[in-house]
């Protein structure tokens, strides 16, 4: 198999208490890789979880986390051994990161996922991850934050309040400890590569809204042919409801870092609940962020998704 050519090498590095761009350093591409790149609570786990049924052509519940390495990640030990955990895979390997596409090194044969949700609901979502931390997993952020010279404090309390999070999740201070991680920039450094035919932009809304639909699409870029006879379990196998009874199964790791485990972190996997929890004026702050920071196309498409924005490879920049 031919060794993949680079387009470019990352150019900017985003360092948090939690991830590392400079992680991916050592990457080894193959032609056949896929890279799920998502900013946080953006339906990661639903993606790996539909990458990983088309790929090994099956229903059957697997533990994503062991499957797909999630490379920037710095809560799991030295990268030493989360590389060489990927480059003993032999199967069709689908590696996450939650890094902005332009700190992550770009390949025309590796394939890239992107998967986007409507900022205000991936904020109540992050609110919900950060505040269910077990004392244990808090423990582990803050050593790494304390012996980080760039940090050198224990990570941040988290709000309980949902409006004051979101209030800080707009100026970019979601705990984090990287703006070059944020929300914001996320989006803008995929939406600025929307025209690649190796980059794919799903949407968290149109996989609620029609998910049989969304799935064929993402198996016809991956160029996975399923029988027709496993279509409709493995359509019922990737619903909310299925993958919440399954939780411990598919992210066992769960339950050392959430309180009520993968309960906690598969939540409710709903959207519109900012309705309820922001205030006003706040709503309008996202408003004009959006305005300020986003392009028009980008922004209906990030609020909406394809089926009502449409697709972005047919979008203008």
Request: hydrophobic share 40%.
């Given at each position: 198999m031919a060794v993949p050519r680079l387009v470019r090498s990352a150019s900017t590095k985003v360092r948090s208490r939690i991830m590392d761009s400079t992680r991916w350093d050592g990457y080894h591409p193959r032609a056949d890789d896929v890279i799920i790149a998502t900013y946080p609570k953006c339906g990661t786990t639903w993606m790996q979880r539909i990458v990983s049924m088309l790929i090994f052509a099956t229903d059957e519940?697997?533990?994503?986390?062991?499957?797909?390495?999630?490379?920037?990640?710095?809560?799991?030990?030295?990268?030493?051994?989360?590389?060489?955990?990927?480059?003993?895979?032999?199967?069709?390997?689908?590696?996450?990161?939650h890094m902005p596409l332009d700190a992550l090194p770009l390949y025309d044969e590796v394939k890239y996922i992107h998967v986007a949700r409507d900022g205000r609901d991936a904020a109540m979502s992050l609110h919900n991850h950060f505040l269910n931390f077990t004392e244990g997993a808090r423990a582990m952020i803050s050593e790494i934050s304390l012996n980080d010279p760039k940090f050198g404090d224990p990570l941040p309390p988290t709000p309980s309040d949902p409006a004051i999070f979101f209030q800080e999740w707009i100026n970019e201070d979601d705990g984090h400890g990287d703006a070059r991680g944020s929300f914001f920039n996320v989006e803008n450094s995929f939406w600025r590569e929307h025209?690649?035919?190796?980059?794919?932009?799903?949407?968290?809304?149109?996989?609620?809204?029609?998910?049989?639909?969304?799935?064929k699409r993402i198996a016809k870029f991956l160029e996975i042919d399923l029988p027709d006879t496993l279509w409709p379990r493995a359509i019922e196998a990737v619903g909310f409801d299925a993958m919440k009874r399954q939780g411990d199964e598919l992210i066992p790791e769960a339950k050392m870092l959430w309180q009520e485990g993968s309960s906690s972190f598969l939540n409710k996997g709903t959207n519109g609940r900012w309705r309820d929890a922001v205030r006003a004026d706040d709503l309008k702050r996202y408003d004009e962020k959006v305005k300020a920071e986003f392009s028009p196309p980008l922004a209906r498409w990030v609020e909406h998704g394809r089926l009502v924005a449409g697709d972005p490879k047919q979008l203008p920049d």
């Open positions: 519940t697997m533990p994503v986390l062991s499957l797909s390495p999630w490379l920037d990640a710095r809560i799991f030990g030295p990268i030493e051994g989360m590389m060489a955990a990927a480059e003993a895979q032999t199967h069709r390997r689908f590696l996450k990161s025209h690649r035919p190796n980059i794919l932009h799903v949407h968290y809304g149109d996989l609620k809204a029609d998910r049989e639909g969304e799935i």
